[in-house]
């Protein structure tokens, strides 16, 4: 197996002593649609859980994407949708060790580097104590899908690195 090193990033020239294998979103894609002053009111937000206007259910949680040739993963951080009666199930046995059944929802979050992911087909994996969830995407020919069911490449995952380069000049 391959260990994850350092690189040189092509995007700021500087070296990064590890590859990021880890990404995330404060928030569902909709609320960034919402101008700041109206958030307060449409939004109930904390790190793992969502609901806009009183009607619309968000959970966060994990896409792991295995590097091919390593025993990591990529993770993406991300918000999918779920019905009221999964979001309250999963709202109430949150901390404990009880497992629900899997979940449909809809990937919302727009995952960068990649087309447009909203409203993928996915499957929410409960874990317990309060875990975040493993999602999975429905097996479709989209990029992100392709990755997830095969894999994704230690040179892939360090041109998302670049792509999305803090020290890039915007």
């Given amino acids: 197996m391959t260990n994850i090193k350092g690189y040189t990033c092509s995007c700021c020239g500087e070296y990064h002593e590890e ?3 880890s990404y995330g979103n404060p928030a569902p894609v909709y609320y960034y649609s919402v101008a700041d002053g109206e958030r307060q009111d449409r939004f109930e937000l904390d790190e793992d ?3 806009m206007d009183k009607q619309h259910f ?3 949680g994990c896409i ?3 590097i091919i040739g390593t025993e990591e993963h990529l993770i993406w951080g991300v918000w999918v949708s779920l019905s009221e009666a999964n979001f309250n199930k999963t709202k109430e046995l949150w901390d404990k060790q ?4 899997p979940m449909y929802g809809w990937l919302s979050t727009a995952l960068p580097c990649y087309p447009d992911t909203v409203n993928l087909k996915t499957r929410v994996q409960p874990r317990p104590n309060g875990i975040r969830p493993y999602i ?5 020919d989209h990029p992100l899908a392709v990755e997830y069911r095969n894999g994704i490449t230690i040179e ?4 998302i690195a670049e792509e999305l380069c803090v020290n890039k000049d915007n």
């Fill in 156 to 159: 892939r995952v360090q041109e």
């Fill in 19 to 21: 590859l990021p294998t």
């Fill in 136 to 140: 999975e995407l429905e097996p479709t």
């Fill in 98 to 101: 009880e497992l629900l059944e």
């Fill in 64 to 66: 792991e994407i295995p």
């Fill in 58 to 60: 968000f959970i966060r």
């Fill in 49 to 51: 859980l969502c609901i």
